[in-house]
């Protein structure tokens, strides 16, 4: 991927604004290039918030943000049908979900009836409201944050829920460096929040997904993503493993991944890359192994030692 090209300069965007993320990043743009959805997850304080405003601005897309709270009723995101008297009609009065980039901030706060009325919203792109069906735009893009603590008030999203999202990225403290440098600019902005500039236009934004679709995938690449997703279904430590809706979504992240690193081809290290993002979400473990402390990313981990990889 050249400096000059349209990833490069997004992905140089973001960073200015994103410091010490990189990888974050870089699934990020990953899963937008693949048409998914992003659920950030980390503790609070490391910019999750940040990440996906900064996303919003750098794509040039209509931005929403919504804060999730327990009392977030569906009609708060969606919308509702007021009735106006004068014409002694209904007019629809559009929520936050009529937007390209939706950010659902703290979406575990808020009860499950809430959290599934996004269902249909990211999965089909559109939302239904008293039976009549609205369309979404084409680059409708959620990006979700959640802190991966069982705190008080909080509620698990459900399985269902989960399998929407292509990717789910944990969001890490920085290194030392960079949050040195982060601090720095802190002080440069005398604490103001950092801005990200539109560096694509809809046009190149479009074309760069179908970039991303069209890239070849050998056979072999296909029965490697296959098993590594019947694996999980296998695996002792593992209660329900991915679906085949995994399959598919493991394999168009594998794409986007090979698009953005300039290439027009998947390779098994593509598919490796985005593995643990794309499954990690996926999995249910037995009872004994959370007893154990054994994490989803561990049995993937195994996983893809023990998977023979394609030549």
């Known amino acids: 991927m050249s400096d000059a090209s349209p990833l490069s300069r997004l992905l140089n965007a973001l960073g200015?604004?994103?410091?010490?993320?990189?990888?974050?990043?870089?699934?990020?743009?990953t899963?937008?290039?693949?048409?998914?959805?992003?659920?950030?997850?980390?503790?609070?304080?490391?910019?999750?918030?940040?990440?996906?405003?900064?996303?919003?601005?750098?794509?040039?897309?209509?931005?929403?943000?919504?804060?999730?709270?327990?009392?977030?009723?569906?009609?708060?995101?969606?919308?509702?049908?007021?009735?106006?008297?004068?014409?002694?009609?209904?007019?629809?009065?559009?929520?936050?979900?009529?937007?390209?980039?939706?950010?659902?901030?703290?979406?575990?706060?808020?009860?499950?009836?809430?959290?599934?009325?996004?269902?249909?919203?990211m999965e089909e792109r559109q939302v239904t409201i008293d039976g009549v069906t609205h369309p979404l735009?084409?680059?409708f893009f959620v990006v979700a944050t959640q802190n991966p603590?069982?705190?008080?008030?909080?509620?698990?999203?459900?399985?269902?829920?989960?399998d929407r999202f292509l990717m789910r990225v944990r969001v890490g403290y920085p290194d030392a460096d960079s949050e040195g440098a982060l601090l720095r600019a802190y002080h440069q902005r005398e604490g103001r929040a950092p801005t990200v500039p539109r560096v694509l236009d809809a046009a190149t934004?479009?074309?760069?997904?179908?970039?991303?679709?069209?890239?070849?995938?050998?056979?072999?690449?296909?029965?490697?993503v296959v098993q590594l997703v019947r694996d999980t279904r296998a695996h002792p430590r593992v209660r329900l493993g991915a679906s085949p809706r995994?399959?598919?979504?493991?394999?168009?992240?594998?794409?986007?991944?090979?698009?953005?690193?300039?290439?027009?081809?998947v390779t098994p290290d593509d598919v490796k890359a985005v593995a643990s993002s794309v499954l990690n979400h996926r999995l249910l473990l037995k009872a004994e192994a959370e007893v154990e402390g054994v994490t989803p990313d561990d049995v993937l981990r195994q996983m893809l030692e023990r998977v023979r990889v394609p030549r």
């Open 16 to 29: 200015s604004a994103v410091v010490g993320q990189p990888r974050v990043l870089a699934d990020l743009v």
């Open 31 to 121: 899963a937008f290039l693949a048409r998914g959805h992003v659920l950030l997850e980390g503790v609070p304080g490391v910019a999750k918030t940040l990440t996906a405003r900064s996303m919003a601005g750098a794509l040039g897309l209509s931005f929403s943000r919504v804060q999730f709270t327990p009392d977030l009723m569906p009609a708060d995101i969606l919308g509702t049908n007021i009735f106006q008297p004068q014409a002694q009609s209904f007019r629809l009065m559009k929520g936050p979900v009529f937007t390209e980039v939706l950010v659902a901030d703290e979406i575990n706060r808020t009860p499950p009836k809430t959290q599934a009325a996004l269902l249909e919203a």
């Open 137 to 139: 735009p084409p680059h």
């Open 149 to 162: 603590l069982e705190l008080e008030g909080t509620y698990p999203l459900p399985e269902a829920q989960l």
């Open 205 to 224: 934004l479009t074309e760069l997904q179908d970039r991303a679709a069209r890239v070849a995938c050998d056979e072999s690449i296909l029965q490697y």
């Open 246 to 265: 995994a399959s598919q979504a493991l394999l168009a992240a594998s794409k986007a991944h090979a698009a953005l690193q300039g290439t027009d081809f």
